[in-house]
Structure formats: C-alpha cells, structure tokens
C-alpha cells in the first residue's frame, strides 16, 4: 500500500487515477511515501526517512526544497504544458485588454449613473477608450518552451508578426512551434524589434530580473511588457520607472506588486494563469501518473532533478538506484550484486548534472541486506527495490 500525502486539493480526477486498493491518499497520512502539493510552501517542513518522491501539480517548483531532496536522491516531478493552453489564452486575453484599453472601459461603464442620457454619455465619452489592433504589431516572446510555443503560434493567428528567442530550445519545442516565428539572436534584438514582449522562462539565478533598468534602453518607446512567468523575472524598479518616464506604455502582470498597484497602466491579475478547471485537472492527471510510475516501476519522467529514465521490465526484480554522478559508481554496483550472485538481466544508467539513475533489472530476489549493503556505496543517495 503506497501512501501519498496531499499539501493542497488536487482535482479529483488525478486523484482517481490512483487504485483504492493500492494507495492511502490524503492530508493527514502518517509515514508518506510521496507528497503531492500545488502552490503550498514546502522549504520548512520535515522530510520523513519513507519518502521517495514529490510530486508538483503544475509547472514550477519554487515552492519545493528542490536541493534538499536531490541529497537525498527524491526525484521532484511536475507537470510541464499541462496547464500551457490555459496561459496561452490569458496572455493573448492580456495583450487585448492593454491594446483595446478594455479595463478602463470596464470600468467607466461600471461607474455610469443610471440617468436617461445613459447612450448619449457613452457615445459621448468612448473615444477616450479608443485603442489599437493586435493584427500587424510585433510579439516578442521570450522562452519558447510548453507555454511559449503556443503563444507564439497563437499571436500569428491574430496576423501578429513574431520573434522568439530561447538559445536552450529542445527539439520537440522546435517541432511544434511555426516555421512563420522570426528568430531573435539576443535579448536585445528582441526587445529592439517587438511592440509587445511576452516572457515564459523559469525563474532561476540566470532569468531573475531578466527585464531590468538595461533593458529600458533597448525597448521600443511604447512597448507593452507582459508577465505570465514568475514575478521577480521582471524588476520592478524597472517598470516603474519605464512608466513614469514613458517608454512603457502598459504593463501586464499575473502577480500583483504594491509598488505597481494604482497606476492605470499597470494591468495586474491574481495568479489566473493555470486557474481553470481544465488546468487543474490536466495537472493532476499528469502527475499522479508519473508519481505512479515512479513507485510502481521506478521510471522517471518529467523530474525537475533526476534525468529521464523509462525502461520496460525484465527479470524478477527492479533496483531503483540514485546516486551522485561520480565515477566507478557503476562498476562498484555490478560488482556487489555479482559478487552476491545476482544477474543483471538489463539495465539503464541516466545523469543529469551531479545526479545519476539507475534501473537495474534482476533474474533473482533481491534481499533486504544486499539494497542495505547499496546505501553503504559511497556517493549512493538512495535504493530500493520494486
């Protein structure tokens, strides 16, 4: 009986995903051996000795103690692009309302009197809303992963010209996004070109602050800068002072800052961006199945940590086995199980950085003192059977 021990609701359909039968699911289980958490903050709670994994319902993990459970050799899984769709249509909802200036419209009509020249002020005072058409402006998507790509691709539906700039682009990202998307060599031929900027990178020491006081003397004079990532990828400083001195004509953010609050051009939303049901859902059904994955059969998928390692089982037995990318590591593994008479029927060895995994399918039981005699290994973080 697996237990998993839930930070937060999860949509019921994940949840349903996993067996009555097979797992103990819920907020209070003693003992977990995964976690499985949304938004809630997990950098300083206890880490239980059962806990093999963490799974994230969504796509960033700054709420998870991410080194702390490398050491320890816990994979972190998440859910890339399972909430993509949803942040796509409130980016292109974002550079509408900035373009179309449909908040402060809202907002006059919610405030008119009800008196009997209600049409006449109306047809009177629209002309202060007039704004302008997506359709021929240029997009500057910065990130072109799950979330990117799609807005990327969605913006050359509106007739909207696009650049992106990625230089860590993986192949299956390049497959999906449009062969009409413009190429930017560097952030500053970017932001020279684009009358919007979309940003969709991690949050990391490389993308903090990532649109600063440098990038004010780059932009077009005008520009629209949205933020559908994570807050601190944008200085605010920066936007502050892009407004008063008018290089910024708007700027769209999915994380209220209080230094930004009561200017009308800032457009600031609360955290919307994978708030639909179909996101959630999409979410938890993502990892739930690999968290399953995982402590059924030891694969790997979709880890924030480990490397990717899938393998279809042989033998009697599966050793799941993560260590510190170190060399000899192999070798002094192969050695103990020959040593004890275990046959290694197949096996699959990943890295990725300081961290290694390893499958490792056996014709034979594997006892409970030889997977002791494997912790033993220097450099081994952990090991188990399945």
Same mark, same amino acid.
């Given at each position: 009986m697996f237990r998993i021990r839930l930070y937060n609701h999860i949509s019921p359909r994940g949840l349903s995903r996993l067996p009555a039968g097979q797992y103990l699911v819920g907020t209070e289980i003693a003992d977990p051996h995964a976690f499985l958490v949304r938004s809630a903050d997990?950098?300083?709670?206890?880490?239980?000795?059962?806990?093999? %994994? &963490?799974?994230?319902? @969504?796509?960033?993990?700054?709420?998870?103690?991410?080194?702390?459970?490398?050491?320890? @050799?816990?994979?972190?899984? =998440?859910?890339? @692009?399972?909430?993509?769709?949803? &942040?796509?249509?409130? &980016?292109?909802?974002?550079?509408?309302?900035?373009?179309?200036?449909?908040?402060?419209?809202?907002?006059?009509?919610a405030a008119l009197p009800r008196e009997a020249d209600l049409h006449e002020r109306v047809e009177r005072e629209k002309k202060r809303f007039v704004g302008s058409e997506l359709a021929g402006r240029t997009l500057g998507v910065v990130g072109l992963g799950a979330i990117g790509v799609r807005v990327a691709n969605a913006a050359l539906g509106l007739g909207m010209r696009v650049l992106g700039y990625d230089p860590h682009m993986t192949v299956e990202g390049a497959w999906q996004l449009s062969s009409e998307v413009g190429k930017a060599h560097s952030l500053d031929e970017l932001y020279a070109a684009s009358d919007f900027l979309s940003f969709h990178v991690p949050l990391n020491d490389k993308t903090r602050g990532m649109f600063d006081e440098r990038a004010l003397a780059r932009v077009r004079r005008g520009v629209v800068v949205l933020n559908f990532a994570r807050e601190a990828v944008v200085d605010a400083a920066a936007i502050r002072r892009g407004l008063d001195e008018?290089?910024?004509?708007?700027?769209?953010?999915?994380?209220? $800052?209080?230094?930004?609050?009561?200017?009308?051009? &800032?457009?600031?939303?609360?955290?919307?961006?994978?708030?639909? $049901?179909?996101?959630?859902? =999409? %979410?938890?059904?993502?990892?739930?199945? $690999?968290?399953r994955e995982f402590l059924e059969h030891g694969n790997v998928q979709n880890s924030v940590n480990f490397p990717t390692t899938r393998m279809e089982r042989a033998g009697q037995a599966r050793i799941c086995l993560a260590n510190r990318n170190v060399p000899n590591m192999i070798a002094q593994v192969t050695q103990l199980l020959g040593g004890r008479g275990l046959n290694i029927a197949q096996?699959? =060895?990943?890295?990725?950085?300081?961290?290694?995994?390893?499958?490792?399918?056996?014709? @034979?039981?594997?006892?409970?003192?030889?997977?002791?005699?494997?912790?033993?290994?220097?450099g081994v973080l952990s090991a188990r059977v399945v």
């Open positions: 997990l950098h300083e709670i206890e880490i239980p000795k059962s806990l093999l %994994c &963490v799974g994230r319902a @969504g796509a960033g993990v700054n709420n998870i103690p991410v080194a702390r459970l490398s050491a320890l @050799g816990i994979p972190v899984f =998440n859910a890339p @692009g399972a909430n993509a769709n949803a &942040v796509r249509e409130l &980016v292109i909802a974002g550079m509408l309302i900035a373009a179309r200036n449909l908040h402060e419209a809202l907002a006059f009509v008018g290089i910024i004509a708007r700027y769209v953010s999915d994380f209220p $800052q209080a230094e930004l609050l009561g200017d009308a051009r &800032v457009i600031a939303l609360p955290h919307l961006g994978a708030s639909t $049901q179909e996101a959630e859902e =999409n %979410c938890a059904i993502m990892v739930v199945d $690999q968290i096996m699959h =060895n990943a890295s990725r950085g300081e961290l290694a995994y390893n499958l490792l399918d056996i014709d @034979g039981e594997v006892a409970p003192d030889i997977v002791d005699e494997l912790r033993r290994i220097e």
